[in-house]
């Protein structure tokens, strides 16, 4: 819907493709839809679901058997989202590195983006 043809919506690290393949695995889901939410101190939160059925208007992003659905709503906020899984002594998960953002929480668990017509003039630029 948002998308640049031939280029993808989002991008995977090896990282988040392996882990993503292995949740796909072991719930036999058809892959994670990937979306955003009014919450948290910073105004929106990223979410993720197993998903059994790809909706119509989802982006869909395969990379190495790892399959991602970007819902509707959220597509114009994930382009050029880089989506990365990091583990440390503390705690393991999926990161976004996305361009869109335009402020995060102190927790890092929400985030605020840029406005959303400024969002849309860059990418009717490109």
Known sequence: MFGIPGKQAVTMTPKAVSQIAKLMQRDGSKGL????????????EYTMDYVAEVEPN????????AVVMIAP???????GTEIDYETSLLESGFRFRNPNVADACGCGTSIKFRDVDELNAERQAR
């Open 33 to 44: 839809r990937i979306g955003v939410k009014k919450g948290g101190c910073a105004g929106m």
């Open 58 to 65: 989802d982006e869909v992003i395969e990379q190495g058997g």
């Open 73 to 79: 709503m959220a597509q114009m906020f994930l382009f």
